[in-house]
């Protein structure tokens, strides 16, 4: 059983930054790929950036060159550096657990925490 706790959140003018920590207990957090997801008010959970056990990462369209998504081992914690902020990157924002093939797909996912807003204003 892997628990996950985000932090980092927060309300930011558009252009800004925030840098997301997810802080993991419960397995051996260097072999697991882990994934940022968010959710706005109304819309379905999306992925936002993974990242492999190797550290290889993935980002959706819409992040990229943007965000970072990096974790340090030693502090069992994955991190999403968050820049150039748009309002429509307002949301709550989740770390998971990869236990499946695709890094897009939230099904693939289990363990998650219990989400961070952001908010991002014009």
Not at 8 to 29: H, K, N, P, Y
Not at 99 to 114: C, N, V
């Amino acid at each position: 059983q892997v628990q996950l706790v985000e932090s980092g959140g927060g309300l930011v003018q558009a252009g800004g930054s925030l840098r997301l920590s997810c802080a993991a207990s419960g397995g051996t957090f260097s072999m697991l790929d882990m994934g940022w997801f968010r959710q706005a008010p109304g819309k379905e959970r999306e992925v936002v950036a993974a990242i492999a056990w190797s550290g290889f990462p993935h980002y959706t369209d819409s992040v990229k060159g943007r965000f970072t998504i990096s974790r340090d081992n030693a502090k069992n914690t994955v991190y999403l550096q968050m820049n150039s902020l748009k309002p429509e990157d307002t949301a709550v924002y989740y770390c998971a657990v990869k236990t499946g093939s695709r890094w897009d797909k939230s099904y693939e996912y289990d363990y998650w925490g219990q989400g961070t807003q952001v908010t991002v204003s014009s």
